[in-house]
């Protein structure tokens, strides 16, 4: 039998209830109080990439370029960052995914155990909200209970790309940095 729009949208708010202290008694308390935001642990049923802003949203554009699936996306525009939810598990090997990180730019965070986020309200009020979805949890494109969530490599990728697109302060390839030094060797006087 298929389900209705409402009970989609209960299986969003019953898994993200699995990363609460109380997750029996935080659908109902969401329920009453729908302006609150919701304060989730990280680590039990996604992991959190947190980066800039502009960094976040540019590699999600980069993502839909390559057609990649997007999953549920925060922004906090208070504090310029963005948090992109992956998979649980992702915390503990992120260092791998980001080898590649240039050496001298910020790398971006992976959130797993021990931590928390803040979730958007599903109905916020005031002119101060804290965090809002740039991209929010698609009941259409759950994958049995839990939300399509974005792919971790994809994103390093992805975000890789667009800090390139950001600045010109990239670490220098090392073809790039092979051709420097032939250039600067060309361009020095002859000693003689």
Known sequence: MPHTAMSERDHLSLWLAEATKEPATSVDLWRQHPHLP??????????????????????????????????????????????VLVPRGTAVRWSELTTHWPRRLPRPLCL???HALQIPAPAP??????????????????????????????????????????TDDAEPRPVQRAMFAIRSALRAPKRT
Request: aromatic residues 4%; proline residues 11%.
């Open 125 to 166: 009020r005031g002119p101060v909200v804290p965090a809002r979805w740039l991209e929010p949890p698609n009941p259409d494109k759950m994958i049995g209970d839990s939300p399509l969530l974005t792919n971790p490599s994809a994103l390093t990728r992805c975000l890789a790309e667009a800090r390139a697109l950001l």
């Open 38 to 83: 919701r304060r989730l642990r990280t680590g039990l049923t996604f992991d959190a990439v947190l980066a800039e802003g502009a960094l976040v949203t540019t590699a999600i554009s980069i993502l839909r370029l390559y057609e990649q699936p997007v999953g549920p996306v925060i922004i906090y525009p208070h504090v310029g960052c963005a948090a």
């Open 112 to 114: 797993g155990r021990g």
